[in-house]
């Protein structure tokens, strides 16, 4: 069992990475394009929507982190 939540947990680790990738690229390509004189004002509202995922899916890994390596003792005695 702590194998597959292990490998579930590195999956959503590549994944966040994958992210955090893709939105270091269009923070780049925004400011590319605001350099270039070009509105982005939509572009970066999808951005901080992108964002605000990144940090949910953040905030999961660190959840589901710390109850695999400090299960609840809940219920033992």
């Given at each position: 069992?702590?194998?597959?939540?292990?490998?579930?947990?590195?999956?959503?680790?590549?994944?966040?990475?994958?992210?955090?990738?893709?939105?270091?690229?269009?923070?780049?390509?925004?400011?590319?394009?605001?350099?270039?004189?070009?509105?982005?004002?939509?572009?970066?509202i999808a951005l901080n929507s992108e964002r605000s995922?990144?940090?949910?899916?953040?905030?999961?890994?660190?959840?589901?982190?710390?109850?695999?390596?400090?299960?609840?003792?809940?219920?033992?005695?």
């Open positions: 069992m702590t194998a597959e939540i292990n490998s579930e947990l590195d999956q959503l680790k590549r994944e966040i990475a994958e992210r955090q990738r893709y939105l270091e690229g269009q923070q780049l390509l925004i400011e590319v394009l605001e350099h270039d004189g070009h509105d982005v004002r939509e572009q970066e995922k990144l940090d949910r899916q953040l905030q999961l890994y660190a959840s589901v982190r710390r109850n695999v390596d400090c299960p609840s003792r809940s219920g033992s005695g």
